[in-house]
């Protein structure tokens, strides 16, 4: 599986960025998608996760309510829509696909998953 994670930016805040994964390879079906974000000199956090069966959603309480993954399987495409942002949400975004959202970075570092690379999102105050 590759990924294709697109749409980062530079943003004012309370501004909007609307990020892209574009996913090949096989069985894509078979994954929840998800979304992690680092900063400088912090670790790997996850921000959404998208499941394949059902496609609940996941978010942490640091972006709940201002950020939304949506997926199109039409095109493989996962999206993440974030609006509201703060400066603490600068970071590079990495979207994911992986075996399901209770597994971790970690997990995925580990061979349950696949990254895809960054894109770097920057909130200016």
């Known amino acids: 599986v590759q990924l294709q994670a697109s749409g980062g930016g530079s943003v004012q805040t309370g501004g909007s960025l609307k990020l892209s994964c574009v996913a090949s390879g096989d069985h894509l079906d078979a994954y929840a998608y998800g979304w992690f974000r680092q900063a400088p000199g912090k670790e790997r956090e996850g921000v959404s996760c998208?499941?394949?069966?059902?496609?609940?959603?996941y978010y942490p309480e640091s972006v709940k309510g201002r950020f939304t993954i949506s997926r199109d399987s039409a095109i493989n495409t996962v999206y993440l829509q974030m609006d509201m942002l703060k400066p603490e949400d600068s970071a590079d975004y990495f979207c994911?696909?992986?075996?399901?959202?209770?597994?971790?970075?970690?997990?995925?570092?580990?061979?349950?998953?696949?990254w895809g690379q960054g894109t770097l999102v920057t909130v200016s105050s």
């Open positions: 994911a696909a992986y075996w399901g959202c209770r597994y971790s970075n970690d997990d995925i570092a580990e061979g349950r998953g696949y």
């Open positions: 998208i499941e394949s069966r059902d496609e609940t959603t």
